[in-house]
């Protein structure tokens, strides 16, 4: 056994010894993001889900409850697109497999075969209160793979995943130039897709036949391009300029496609098209760097998007630099401080990307019925001085930092 291994597990043992037991958490204000905040609230946890909820005094607490206090209480905050887990934090190729460089369209890569539960920043955002996270192949390729919806708790792969193929994630733009022979140009970038998304047409068709005889050897690529068609998988699309979100709409529009896009530095610009496609919104790191294709982006576009009647999610994204990930609370909490509505802060880390991913019936919003998993806070969430001071996922306790 790995000595890493070794050491989380006796990290596990030293977590509070109530980590399994009936929970009752008490807390100055919960955020509950679906039903407004709550002063003085208190929230029932039983068999891993959210009993009750309501204002202290209503709620009885039963006396074989243990009792936790908090100033403040947050849904399970939800990382909307990651590499957690495929990118790991030592920057080296042993650790690094969020990018194939062999082939510039690969769909048929799945993330579950590469996420890494042991991941260091798995455990890193975790403590910073992220309890679900969409994560998996990344940018840089036109199809890099498949993304996956993921638990932060400890666990094997198969214990912790909620989706195992939520997305396809593909890029346009720079990102892809370099990284293989061809497509050089962005022209060249559209119609390899275009020729590929045919390519998949075709092969639903063929795989559609009543005479089985004629029906073509099943074919992983084109299966999973078919299901963009069939709308069984979204399309998650990292563009940033105006021409390549622009490129991505028509491709969706051409193929009919459910659109999600991603990075988006230059939505702003195009609110009224964005919302004509019907297309969804992850707003790339508030805190991103200005620069190469997103070098018109603006600490306002959450802002912005809202108002204009775009719901959004912010993600942590990719950083090519250890340590490899940012923390999604202080993203947001930048959003809100350029002009992003208190409210709508707490929404684009946990009902928003909840609704995107369709998981909302589980996790997203402290309602009764919904996994138990909560963040407790020293103060405002927001604020650069507050404290993640312990992290529930499904009932348990996961993470301790304030004793």
Not at 73 to 98: F, K, Y
Not at 226 to 253: Q, W
Not at 289 to 297: A, C, K, S
Not at 342 to 354: Q, V, Y
């Amino acid at each position: 056994m790995k000595a890493t291994t070794i050491l989380n597990f006796f990290l596990l043992l030293s977590l509070p010894s109530f980590t399994l037991a009936q929970t009752a958490i008490k807390a100055e204000k919960v955020y509950t993001v679906t039903a407004g905040a709550i002063q003085n609230g208190v929230i029932l946890v039983k068999d891993g889900k959210i009993e009750k909820i309501g204002k202290e005094g209503d709620i009885k607490i039963p006396s074989n409850y243990t009792v936790v206090e908090a100033k403040v209480v947050t849904p399970g905050l939800i990382d909307a697109r990651s590499v957690v887990g495929l990118s790991g934090p030592l920057n080296i190729p042993s650790d690094q497999d969020q990018l194939e460089k062999s082939s510039p369209i690969q769909p048929d890569l799945r993330a579950i075969d590469a996420y890494n539960t042991e991941d260091k920043l798995v455990k890193y955002v975790r403590d910073n209160g992220v309890t679900t996270l969409h994560t998996g192949h990344g940018i840089g390729a036109l199809v890099s793979g498949q993304t996956m919806v993921v638990k932060t708790k400890p666990g094997t792969v198969d214990h912790v995943t909620i989706i195992p193929a939520a997305m396809l994630a593909m890029t346009i733009g720079p990102a892809v130039q370099g990284n293989f022979p061809s497509p050089g140009t962005k022209a060249k970038q559209i119609a390899m897709l275009r020729t590929e998304l045919i390519k998949a047409q075709d092969y639903l068709k063929k795989m559609n036949a009543k005479d089985s005889t004629k029906r073509p050897a099943e074919d992983l690529k084109l299966e999973m391009l078919g299901k963009l068609l069939t709308h069984d998988m979204k399309a998650l699309i990292t563009v940033n300029t105006t021409n390549d979100i622009m490129n991505a709409i028509r491709l969706a529009k051409e193929f009919n496609f459910q659109l999600v896009i991603d990075g988006a530095a230059e939505a702003y610009r195009l609110t009224d098209e964005i919302k004509a496609a019907h297309a969804e919104v992850i707003l790339h790191a508030t805190m991103a760097r200005n620069g190469g294709d997103m070098i018109n982006m603006t600490r306002e576009s959450a802002a912005i998007l809202t108002k204009a009647g775009i719901p959004i999610s912010i993600e942590s994204g990719y950083e090519a630099y250890v340590p490899k990930t940012r923390v999604i609370l202080w993203e947001a909490a930048i959003a809100v401080a350029n002009g992003l509505p208190f409210e709508d802060g707490l929404k684009a880390i946990t009902i928003n990307p909840a609704k995107l991913l369709g998981i909302d019936n589980h996790v997203g919003s402290i309602e009764k019925g919904k996994d138990a998993d909560l963040v407790l806070y020293n103060g405002d969430p927001f604020e650069y001085l507050t404290k993640v001071c312990k992290v529930m996922i499904d009932g348990n306790w996961v993470s301790n930092n304030c004793e």
